[in-house]
């Protein structure tokens, strides 16, 4: 089976622009997690998708919103960028009805300069 | 206020010695523990898991432990090896809120 896939990979932004980053579930889970890691700061979750739907969320500002596609793929969108936003983006998969463990992508870097 | 702790933010250990990680956790209602570990530029990998209603869980040379009244549960690699030199995270989470709940990681590196 194929990994979680996010694209792109590496992005470069200018503060107050706004970015779109994608995430491919592994074949067959339809939850997908979000999650921010920063330097010190370990992996702050940001949102959970499961069936379209928004089922939890962190504790971040509206400018960080996702959505999630019929196909189980899910985007998130951050508006306004700030400097502080550079970080690297992790989403995370799995299929609940089997388990609750959690399977990640390789990331997206954001840095916004 | 962080629900999840790894006190230790680094650990060197002798190749084939025990490595022992330790993760302590604030929230009664976290039911279910993972541990990941991650390599510079990539994502976090998938080890091990322990519910609650656990106190052991064993994959070959990984073992997790779990000890509810305190807390606190540990990650038990034996015999270490150099590959095994990663961050290791520890998660957990009430299963209800479809939420995990990360510590900041402990930098193992095990020396040849």
């Known amino acids: 089976k194929a990994g979680v896939t996010q694209t792109p990979r590496y992005l470069i932004k200018t503060r107050g622009q706004q970015v779109t980053l994608s995430c491919s579930p592994i074949?067959?889970?339809?939850?997908v997690s979000w999650y921010q890691q920063t330097p010190g700061q370990g992996l702050q979750f940001l949102f959970e998708?499961?069936?379209?739907?928004?089922?939890n969320k962190g504790n971040f500002p509206g400018r960080f919103s996702g959505r999630q596609f019929s196909n189980s793929r899910s985007e998130m969108n951050v508006s306004t960028l700030e400097l502080g936003d550079s970080a690297l983006y992790l989403c995370?998969?799995?299929?609940?009805?089997?388990?609750?463990?959690?399977?990640f992508g390789p990331g997206t870097r954001l840095t916004v300069t | 206020d962080q629900q999840v702790k790894q006190n230790s933010p680094s650990l060197s250990v002798q190749e084939g010695r025990i490595s022992i990680l330790n993760c302590d956790y604030t929230?009664?209602?976290?039911?279910?523990f993972l541990w990941y570990k991650k390599y510079p530029a990539e994502g976090p990998t998938f080890l091990i898991s322990i519910s609650s209603i656990k106190d052991k869980n064993e994959d070959g040379r990984f073992t997790v432990f779990l000890n509810k009244s305190a807390k606190h549960l540990s990650l038990h690699i034996v015999p270490s090896q150099p590959g095994d030199s990663a961050v290791y995270f520890c998660?957990?989470?009430?299963?209800?809120?479809?939420?995990?709940?990360f510590g900041t990681g402990t930098r193992l590196k095990v020396l040849a």
């Open positions: 995370a998969s799995s299929n609940p009805h089997l388990s609750y463990e959690q399977y």
């Open positions: 074949s067959g889970h339809r939850s």
């Open positions: 998660a957990a989470s009430d299963s209800g809120t479809y939420k995990y709940i």
């Open positions: 998708y499961f069936s379209e739907t928004q089922r």
């Open positions: 929230n009664s209602m976290f039911d279910y």
